[in-house]
T-cell receptor
Framework: KAGVTQTPRYLIKTRGQQVTLSCSPI?????VSWYQQTPGQGLQFLFE???????NKGNFPGRFSGRQFSNSRSEMNVSTLELGDSALYLC???????????FGPGTRLTVL | EDKVVQSPLSLVVHEGDTVTLNCSYE??????LLWYKQEKKAPTFLFML????IEKKSGRLSSILDKKELSSILNITATQTGDSAIYLC??????????FGKGTRLHILP
């Protein structure tokens, strides 16, 4: 089975721009979660989508949004980028049987 | 508010030493506890613990959950330089929400 894939792997943007990140879960997994990871804050939960519906949400501003498509692929959008949004963004998919999450390689976003 | 706390935040030991990493949690409707290893990019799954007192083992790594103490430990025996990584603990609750700790950064000196 192919693992979780994320695109792009690296991204450089400037303040005020917006960005869209993509995540394709493991085949058959319907849950996709997004995390932001920074050295200071560790792994912080953004949101989780299950069957195209947002199931859980972390404490991030409204500039962070996401969606999930019928094929379970998910996108995350960040609008009006700030310097503090520079981070590694990880996506994880989860099956229903064992519930452990499998992570993608991440997208490294740098905001200049 | 649900939280997961890991200790120590960082640890430096010599190859061959045994280490114990700690994870404590305050989570409503606990379902299971998970351990991950993160080396460079994506965290990789190590263990899922649901029942108290049952040790899970994989090679030199083992972990156990204590539901009474709301905690778990991850042991690594005969450490190797390849064990250097961030070890993440996470708790899954019955609403299917996963809460991660900040991780323990482990560095093994040759």
């Amino acid at each position: 089975k192919a693992g979780v894939t994320q695109t792009p792997r690296y991204l450089i943007k400037t303040r005020g721009q917006q960005v869209t990140l993509s995540c394709s879960p493991i085949s058959g997994h319907r849950s996709v979660s997004w995390y932001q990871q920074t050295p200071g804050q560790g792994l912080q939960f953004l949101f989780e989508y299950f069957s195209e519906t947002q199931r859980n949400k972390g404490n991030f501003p409204g500039r962070f949004s996401g969606r999930q498509f019928s094929n379970s692929r998910s996108e995350m959008n960040v609008s009006t980028l700030e310097l503090g949004d520079s981070a590694l963004y990880l996506c994880a998919s989860r099956g229903t049987e064992y519930n452990e999450q499998f992570f993608g390689p991440g997208t490294r976003l740098t905001v200049l | 508010e649900d939280k997961v706390v890991q200790s120590p935040l960082s640890l430096v030991v010599h190859e061959g030493d045994t280490v114990t990493l700690n994870c404590s949690y305050e989570v409503t409707n606990f379902r299971s506890l998970l351990w991950y290893k993160q080396e460079k990019k994506a965290p990789t799954f190590l263990f899922m613990l649901t029942s108290s007192g049952i040790e899970k083992k994989s090679g030199r790594l083992s972990s156990i959950l204590d539901k009474k103490e709301l905690s778990s430990i991850l042991n690594i025996t005969a450490t190797q330089t390849g064990d250097s990584a961030i070890y993440l603990c996470a708790v899954l609750n019955r609403d299917d929400k996963i809460i991660f700790g900040k991780g323990t950064r482990l560095h093994i000196l040759p």
